[in-house]
Structures are given as structure tokens and as C-alpha cells.
């Protein structure tokens, strides 16, 4: 049997930097083990800055790939969604080479596993190439009640697609957000048995809490825009994430996808329903359609599980979670790189239920590697 040597001033096992260690890994990728310098012998391979897990990208829209570039910065978020609408139909040539590009950014950027928004069939060829992994959430909206049956049909034969290809713990039907599902949307999608992981955009924006507290804000000017009739909406007087989270049910996992107007009352309210939530944050795209970023050490400060991801090219310069990283140090250097590194490896693998394989440098896992400088 021989072994690959991979040596760094840092290596990071998805738990707690080490100095000075060598990883040792099979032929294979399988880890061996870790060591010390003077335990490791010969042939060992110096690597340039942190060695750690291959990132794991817990949100992407990789369909939507062709959009870089299309979308003006700091349109807001309701301003962004109507230029998504208008703007993702291209040839399909075109969207599917853009995917394919984008998959192998994501591949030499360190991702090794990616959860991402399918919409459409688009991305089905090539992740059955198994570059990555791809946990698949089918993405399910409709405001309307009226039209929930119609649109529980469509995505549902979209899951179907994806489920034909991948095993059923790597596809899910999942809420697109908030604001676009009505009630009996939920319940179907609630009760469908296959879920096990789900995800949700949660207050990306401000006017997602005030379209559920009173009624107002951006919200209605974008259902305006959009000609849909709302009178049947009744605000809750409580916030976005306060107003739906009741419809999860035990045993879903949920990852709450951007948290930039989340509160410390929702997250306690979040740890008192006891729902099974991963925070996944997005600091790029955040950034990139309204320059404000999530609150990031309050939820540090209440323990909540916090994973990355990249979103979609529409919101995002690229798909690198090392640059996730790196934002995020730029404007909270106060938080160790440990704890960020751990975000972007062995977090996102718990997330996504895959970290029996992904996430941290343990003897037998196959995490694949990436190199954080
Ligand atoms: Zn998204």
C-alpha cells in the first residue's frame, strides 16, 4: 500500500488546527492517519497555507450559473427576484456550458459537496458525472392557495427526475422561501414522506419580516409588480421566521439559508420549538444584492450551528467558499479562523447528513481536501 504525505504549517482536521502535522491518506483518498513531522518519514509533500477537509458548499443554485454578471449589485432583494425572473431564460447550450464551468470553479476552489436549488432538470447530466456530491433540493413555490395543487405537480415531477437518478437521501422537495408559499403549499410539501433535509431562504431581507408583521414594505409592491391579488394574505404580527417554522415537522433537518434579519427573539424561539436547524450563511451574495451582512457572532454567541455557502453567479462574484471565508474575516476578525474552517467543512457535512465520508481528516473518510490560503 502506498501513501500520500501532505504536510502544512497549519492543517486543519475539521475540529481544531494543528501545527506542524502530516496527513497521511491511501491511495485512494482514504485517511490514515495524522502525525508529527518526525513520525511521518520520507516523501512527504509541503502544501502552501491551511490544509484542510474539502469545503462543503451548503447553498448554490448552480443552474442559474449563466446569470453572472446579469444582475446589477444593490437592487435589494425583491428587485433581484424580478430580474431573476426576467432574465434566467437563455439558450439552453448556454446554461448547461455555463454549469459546467461553474462546476469546475467550485472544484478547484476545494468544494467537494454541494447542496444545491434545482428549479429545473438543467444540472442533471452533469452531476451524474459525480465530480461532486450533490445533495438536490427541489425548490417548491406558489403565493397563491389557489394554485397549490397546480404547482405542487410541477416540482413534483421535477423531484421525481432527480430521484430517478439519485438515491432518495440526496433529493429532497424543499420550500423556496417565506414569502412565496401559501399555507396549503406547505401542508403538501409538509406531508410528502421522502424529505428528510430541507431548506429554506430565510429573512434575506427586512421586508420579509414586515410583509409578515403588517402587511407592508417591498413585498407588496413586488406582488404588485408581479399582478398577484394577495387580499387573502393576513399578517401575523410576528416575524418571518416566527410566522412559518411551525410547519416543519419532527424529523425534518431544516437549513435556514442567509439569516441576515434573524434576531436573538427568533433564535431563541428556534431553540425552544426544538427544530433541528443548520444556519448557512451566504455573506457574499448578502453582500452583492443589498451590502449589509448576517449577524454572525450573535449567533455564534447562542451556539446555533453555522454552515456557508455560496448561493447562485447571479448574487455572487464566484463560487468559492474560501472566499466566503475571507469576507467574513475581513469584517469580523474577531472570530477565529478555526471556528470559520469548521463552518465550511465538518458543519456543512452534518448539515447535509453526509459526514460519515465529508468533513473532517478521520481515519477511513474520504473528505477530499482543500487548501485555505
Ligand atoms: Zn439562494
Given at each position: 500500500m502506498r501513501f500520500n504525505k501532505l504536510s502544512a504549517k497549519q492543517l486543519f482536521d475539521g475540529y481544531r488546527i494543528r501545527e506542524n502535522s502530516v496527513l497521511i491518506l491511501k491511495d485512494d483518498g482514504a485517511v490514515e492517519n495524522i502525525v508529527s513531522l518526525e513520525e511521518a518519514g520520507d516523501d512527504v509533500q509541503e502544501v502552501e497555507g491551511v490544509l484542510t477537509p474539502g469545503f462543503v458548499n451548503?447553498?448554490?443554485?448552480?443552474?442559474?450559473?449563466?446569470?453572472?454578471?446579469a444582475i446589477p449589485e444593490q437592487t435589494g432583494l425583491t428587485g433581484f427576484l424580478l430580474q431573476i425572473m426576467q432574465k434566467r431564460v437563455f439558450p439552453e447550450e448556454t446554461i448547461l456550458q455555463a454549469i459546467v464551468d461553474a462546476e469546475q470553479e467550485m472544484q478547484e476552489s476545494g468544494i467537494v459537496a454541494v447542496g444545491d436549488i434545482c428549479n429545473?432538470?438543467?444540472?442533471l447530466t452533469q452531476k451524474q458525472k459525480n465530480n461532486l456530491y450533490y445533495h438536490n433540493f427541489v425548490e417548491a413555490m406558489g403565493a397563491q392557495p389557489a394554485a397549490a395543487d397546480r404547482n405542487f405537480g410541477i416540482y413534483k415531477s421535477v423531484y421525481r427526475i432527480f430521484s430517478d437518478h439519485f438515491s432518495m437521501d440526496r433529493v429532497s422537495l424543499t420550500p423556496h422561501a417565506p414569502y412565496s408559499m401559501s399555507d396549503a403549499l406547505w401542508e403538501k410539501l409538509m406531508s410528502f414522506?421522502?424529505?428528510g433535509i430541507l431548506s429554506i431562504h430565510n429573512q434575506e431581507t427586512e421586508a420579509e419580516n414586515l410583509w409578515f408583521e403588517q402587511k407592508t414594505g417591498a413585498f407588496e409592491q413586488f406582488f404588485k409588480a408581479l399582478g398577484m391579488?394577495?387580499?387573502?394574505f393576513k399578517p401575523s404580527g410576528k416575524t418571518s421566521l416566527q410566522t412559518y417554522l411551525h410547519h416543519f415537522r419532527p424529523g425534518h433537518r431544516v437549513i435556514l439559508v442567509?439569516?441576515?434579519?434573524?434576531?436573538p427573539s427568533d433564535i431563541a424561539f428556534v431553540h425552544q420549538a426544538g427544530t433541528d436547524v443548520f444556519w448557512c450563511l451566504c455573506p457574499h451574495a448578502n453582500f452583492y444584492i443589498s451590502r449589509m451582512l448576517p449577524p454572525v457572532e450573535l449567533l455564534m454567541q447562542n451556539n446555533c450551528n453555522i454552515v456557508l455557502g455560496t448561493d447562485s453567479l447571479a448574487s455572487n462574484h464566484q463560487l468559492s467558499i474560501a472566499a466566503e471565508i475571507k469576507l467574513l474575516q475581513q469584517y469580523f476578525?474577531?472570530?477565529?479562523l478555526e471556528n470559520m474552517l469548521q463552518w465550511a467543512t465538518l458543519n456543512g457535512a452534518r448539515a447535509l447528513k453526509i459526514d460519515h465520508q465529508y468533513g473532517s481528516f478521520e481515519k477511513g473518510k474520504k473528505p477530499g481536501i482543500a487548501v485555505f490560503k
Open positions: 451548503c447553498h448554490c443554485h448552480l443552474e442559474l450559473s449563466h446569470l453572472k454578471g429545473t432538470t438543467h444540472t414522506p421522502q424529505n391579488e394577495m387580499d387573502f442567509h439569516n441576515v434579519y434573524t434576531s476578525p474577531a472570530i477565529p
